[in-house]
């Protein structure tokens, strides 16, 4: 491959954002023929460098060269129309047209004045049978089923004579057999020529379609490899990177004995819990005074397990046990009747009320808890707000303000505090410290360690393993939407062992879901 | 100087300031048309005068908008509260044109029951399509929106029932303490809901639900009972309203009593400074919201605008107020005009222009 031209290569491409520096000189190659796996965490410039590629943002230095021209788009459609089309995570057809109208639409065609309908539906099926889908194109899109979308969103794409085709993370809605459809299709594209951007969470796809592999990391390139040479583990490394602390030194969470910890009766236990097409059957136990933390890449399934064992999202399959006896943990008012708390990481779309204000949004929980006929008093309320204000040093510390106006760090806290004034014996954090500054982060981990001793159980999910493994007593691994295994938290476990776990997984796959 | 620019900041960034402008500006060109404007005299121990005539016809609308701003401070909206008026005046009409005395006070409360228990039933129609079944509320109350009228007139068998009732008819246009009777009946209400709402935690509660339904659900909510229980009292509201739109002309008249009164309501209401998207709500920017409308009609009668007009011209000032309340349109208005030469900030040029 390396004797023949690349079709797209970028050079030095920066673009920064206000206070963010969101790629830093990155190089990118793309040969004909072949499927590129564009890798990186959260936040590493996958979609950046999409972006800048497809002109939706233009880029502030560095070349774009497409089949030997130099190129630099104003937007998707003037990207489509020089051959690099895109085909995004969330199906963006219509489901109200049909088939055939979603393939042409924009570009029908057509007479003088009419659409010419029957030359419209010839061509989609021409065009699906390519793909080896036989389906009826009258029919409106919304009728079948997600991967058939995919497919079309891809009929579309490679339509408009693409040369370079970007999948951005295609897979993430689609089960086993409906990867494999996918993936037997972008076989046929690549031997046909099309080169293929495939960006995606999972591990396994990668090593199973891409030939090459590019890293980013922190907006930097890390490095471009062929899949043959780059173990698993070896990858994951260099996806996660072995940063540099640069939080204050927390003592490593006094590592208490496991074994006395968890003699006790579990607070909640999960057997086979799962929810088809959003994670596998897991069981987990978690005991008071106990901090579970969750490893394992974006998509994994660390969510998803956090908001089943909340009640957020309803489980289709196994039980839940609060203290031991049989309970339904099946919405969220159940899941807080048995004392348990939800941080979530979107904190904007599923924690705050952002036109709320700081106090009201700290005793929202505790509120509805009581039903609105009885309200908190305020001044128990005005007690309340004042006295975790100023134990999670809250900035401003003005409760009235509407708590939009908050930074990420600030924002957090405050949804920490409406749980934890309602005194919570499980406070499931989500994310807690994605996004936020330094300062802030450590104040959140310190906490953490101070709710545990004084009783609390925790679930823990962090996509920074460092954080993981400081704070917490076991740490279970999700990969590729399972529970892989456990592990104790003893001095036999550091990040490689984990990254190891995350990388190859050690546990044996059950029959699909 | 810096002093009295910063409150004279806070009091234009109030949301109720351009509508009070507003409100004020019509007041003023009244006065300037029609010098007798203002003036309120005393007839036979009652007041008289354009102002008294203002807060009692605009009383109705205060009734039907507070409903309205829970509803809307849900994110949903009740089309349906001008059927609702008329559903309510109809079975209190029907009621005391049946009784031997219309004039007994024991028949109209009865009618006044009659009419608030159809009016919480119809509510829990509505509230139970939206919360339960989850139908859009647009389409939710468009259903009695339309078939309500048909109701109505079932109720009055298509024919308007005329009564003769004194103490039915004192609900519009009687007096108490030299006031009209309809004047404290809305005060009432609108003591009772703001009560409801802001001495017990359902204001914030709505608030939450309808600035951030998953982060409500997510934090164990029971938003669907909330729901339901806006689109009752919504129709209590309107059902009261109904009493008094019938009680005015005392006949009951299915096609036309409450006619369009959701419109004007919503209108209040947005005025007042609440969001058709939900989440914070002001009571009080409706009451102030109904009443810019009441005398933007009144204006409209007062000063012999053609028929063929007037909705041209209520339509305008109801433009113009929405405008200049946006900020986003005040600050392209202000970047428009070039900085002054001694180059005040955008926010001072801003707020020199004062509408209407």
Same mark, same amino acid.
């Not at chain 1, 006929?373 to 008093?377: E, K, N, Q, T």
């Not at chain 1, 104790?488 to 476990?493: G, K, L, S």
């Given at each position: 491959m390396s004797g023949r031209q690349p079709v797209l290569t970028m050079t030095a491409i920066s673009k920064s954002f206000p206070g963010v520096r969101a790629l830093d000189g990155v190089d990118f190659r793309l040969f004909p023929g072949e499927v590129h796996a564009l890798m990186g965490e959260n936040g590493a410039g996958k979609s950046t460098l999409i972006k800048v590629l497809t002109g939706v943002y233009a880029h502030d230095a560095g070349d774009i060269e497409l089949a030997g021209q130099q190129v630099s788009f104003t937007g998707p459609m003037q990207a489509a129309a020089a051959g690099v089309s895109t085909v995004y995570q969330e199906v963006n057809l219509c489901a109200n047209l049909s088939v055939a109208e979603n393939i042409f639409i924009g570009r029908e065609p057509r007479t003088l004045a009419a659409i010419r309908w029957g030359e419209m539906r010839r061509r989609a099926r021409d065009l699906l049978a390519r793909l080896d889908l036989h389906i009826d194109v009258t029919q409106l899109l919304g009728t079948y089923s997600l991967a058939v979308q995919q497919m079309v969103a891809i009929a579309r794409a490679i339509d408009i004579q693409a040369r370079v085709l970007i999948l951005d993370e295609p897979t993430s809605s689609l089960d086993a057999t409906e990867v494999e459809q996918l993936f037997r299709i972008m076989r046929q594209l690549r031997d046909e020529g099309i080169a293929i951007i495939f960006v995606t969470h999972f591990l396994d796809q990668v090593y199973g379609i891409a030939d090459r592999i590019t890293v980013l990391r922190n907006g930097r390139l890390v490095g471009e490899y062929p899949t043959a040479e780059l173990p698993q583990l070896a990858l994951v490394e260099k996806m996660i990177g072995k940063e540099l602390d640069v939080l204050e030194s927390l003592d490593e969470q006094s590592k208490r004995d496991l074994a006395a910890l968890e003699a006790s009766t579990p607070f909640l236990q999960a057997e086979e819990l799962g929810r088809k097409g959003s994670v596998a059957p897991f069981s987990l136990t978690i005991h008071a005074g106990e901090v579970v933390g969750l490893a394992g890449l974006l998509g994994s399934g660390r969510t998803e397990v956090a908001r089943l064992l909340f009640g957020a999202d309803r489980a289709d399959h196994g039980r839940t046990a609060v203290d031991g006896k049989p309970a339904s943990l099946r919405n969220p008012i159940a899941a807080i009747g048995h004392d348990i708390a939800f941080c979530s990481e979107n904190r904007r779309t599923e924690g705050l009320v952002g036109e709320l204000s700081v106090r009201e949004n700290i005793i929202l929980a505790m509120q509805a808890a009581r039903g609105w006929?009885?309200? %908190?008093?305020r001044r128990r309320q005005d007690e309340l707000v004042d006295k975790y204000v100023k134990a999670l040093s809250i900035? +401003? &510390?003005? +409760?009235?303000?509407?708590?939009? *106006?908050?930074?990420g760090g600030n924002q957090q806290k405050v949804l920490l505090a409406r749980w934890l004034i309602t005194e919570p014996r499980l406070l499931i954090l989500d994310e807690p410290t994605r996004g936020i500054d330094v300062g802030a982060k450590a104040e959140i981990q310190k906490l953490v360690v101070q709710l545990s001793d004084g009783g609390m159980a925790v679930l823990f999910i962090s996509a920074e393993l460092e954080e993981v493994l400081r704070l917490s007593h076991k740490i279970v691994v999700m990969r590729d939407r399972q529970l892989v295994t456990e592990l &104790? *938290?003893?001095?036999? %476990?550091d990040a490689d062992r984990v990254m190891q776990t995350i990388a190859s997984g050690t546990h044996h796959e059950g029959p699909e879901a | 100087m810096s002093n009295s620019k910063a409150r004279w900041d806070a009091v234009t960034a109030h949301s109720l300031f351009w509508p009070a402008v507003a409100l004020v500006a019509l007041l003023v060109a009244n006065t300037i048309y029609r010098p007798g404007f203002l003036s309120v005299e005393m007839k036979d121990g009652h007041l008289y005068g354009s102002l008294v005539d203002i807060l009692r016809l605009a009383a109705p609308l205060i009734l039907v908008g507070l409903g309205m701003t829970l509803v809307i401070a849900t994110g949903g909206i009740d089309l349906s509260v001008g059927s609702m008026c008329a559903i309510s005046g109809a079975i209190a009409c029907l009621h005391i044109s049946q009784q031997p005395d219309q004039n007994a006070l024991s028949g109209v409360l009865v009618a006044l029951a009659l009419g608030i228990g159809l009016s919480l039933l119809l509510g829990a129609w509505n509230g139970a399509l939206v919360s339960i079944i989850g139908i859009q509320p647009i389409i939710a109350t468009l259903i009695l929106m339309v078939a309500g009228r048909g109701l109505a007139q079932l109720i009055t068998e298509g024919q308007i029932i005329t009564i003769n009732s004194e103490p039915y008819k004192s609900v519009g246009v009687g007096y108490l303490l030299t006031l009209p009777l309809a004047i404290f009946i809305a005060a009432g209400v609108a003591l009772l809901v703001a009560a409801v709402t802001r001495r017990t935690a359902l204001g914030m509660i709505i608030e939450a639900v309808g600035g951030n339904a998953e982060a409500s659900r997510l934090a164990g909510i029971r938003s669907a009972r909330i729901t339901f229980l806006v689109y009752v009292i919504s129709a209590v509201c309107a059902g009261i309203a109904g009493f008094m739109v019938t009680a005015n002309v005392s006949s009951a008249d299915g096609n036309a009593a409450g006619l369009w009164i959701e419109l004007d309501a919503i209108l209040a209401v947005v005025i007042g400074g609440t969001s058709l998207a939900g989440g914070r709500f002001s009571l009080s920017g409706t009451i102030l919201g109904a009443l810019l409308i009441q005398t933007l009609t009144t204006t409209v009668y007062a000063m012999n605008i053609s028929p063929q007009t007037s909705l041209l011209f209520k339509a305008v000032v109801v433009i113009i107020v929405c405008l200049v309340q946006a900020p986003a349109f005040r600050a392209r208005f202000a970047r428009r005009r070039p900085a002054a030469p001694a180059a005040p900030t955008a926010a001072d040029q801003s707020k020199e222009q004062v509408p209407a």
């Open positions: 006929l009885r309200p %908190v008093p900035r +401003p &510390a003005d +409760p009235e303000i509407p708590v939009r *106006n908050l930074s &104790a *938290n003893d001095h036999t %476990v | -």
